[in-house]
């Protein structure tokens, strides 16, 4: 009998809501690196497990509606804002 990932207790999800499901949990993971990281987006498409990045990025611009150099000049905290020194 071949063991499912999901026990009986967690319901099965059709192949269409686990591929959705797992492209938001690489975004979701990869969103922090490029806000706070300095691993370039090859790196972070490796880490968050795609290997490759032209597809990585292609996902993230879908998903977010930047491109993932976009989303880092955008958020990332030393975009020209120096945080207050009290």
Known sequence: MR????????PRLS???SLTYLQHLLIDT??????LGDLTVQQI???VG???TSS????FRE???LSPGAYRRRFRPENGI???SK
């Open 3 to 10: 063991e499912h990932w999901c026990d009986a207790s967690t």
């Open 82 to 84: 120096e945080p207050s």
């Open 30 to 35: 990869a969103r922090p690196l490029l806000e």
């Open 56 to 59: 990585f990025a292609r996902l």
């Open 45 to 47: 498409a490796d880490q």
């Open 63 to 65: 998903r977010v509606g």
């Open 15 to 17: 192949k269409r809501r």
């Open 50 to 52: 795609y290997g490759d």
